[in-house]
């Protein structure tokens, strides 16, 4: 194994791999530490009910840092989860793109660590605006309370 491989690495998650969310076992076994964050963007709330990023309009995504070892290991395991089969697959459910994500309380983020973040990709951001329900700008998503959010 490389370093890559038994290292670690930054995650940032908004859906359903948030704490109290049904996927969180996903991520659970390989936190090492974690906290709130946001990265700029969009969330679409899709017809299946899982929620979708787009990086590119302006807005705030609130969400979960998390420092996950070992990278390879929990990378992989969530790429399975996200259907993300590499960089540019066309099967690709979501792609696994670095952002810059900021820590802070809501309204004074402040520059934080790149993350490994999974966003809509290419084909589906086109769609997105027309095809599902935006999220409010700032505001957390949780299927837990039933989609509505917390503020």
């Not at 700029?40 to 998390?66: N, Q």
């Not at 990378?75 to 792609?95: H, I, K, S, T």
């Not at 670095?98 to 993350?115: D, F, H």
Request: charged share 25%.
């Amino acid at each position: 194994m490389n370093a890559r491989e038994t290292g670690s690495a930054w995650v940032f998650v908004y859906g359903t791999l948030m704490g109290g969310e049904r996927n969180h076992e996903w991520l659970a076994p390989y936190v090492c530490r974690g906290s709130p964050a946001a990265v700029r963007g969009r969330i679409y709330i899709l017809s299946e009910g899982y929620p979708m990023l787009d990086p590119f309009p302006a807005g705030w995504v609130v969400g979960e840092l998390y420092l996950v070892a070992p990278a390879g290991e929990a990378l992989r395991r969530l790429d399975a989860l996200e259907g993300f089969e590499g960089r540019g697959n066309p099967d690709n459910e979501y792609e696994r793109v670095r952002l810059w994500t900021w820590t802070g309380k809501r309204g004074r983020w402040e520059p934080a660590v790149p993350a490994w973040v999974y966003i809509a990709p290419r084909r589906r951001r086109e769609r997105l605006a027309e095809e599902a329900r935006q999220w409010p700008s700032g505001v957390r998503w949780a299927e837990s309370e039933g989609g509505r959010g917390q503020l």
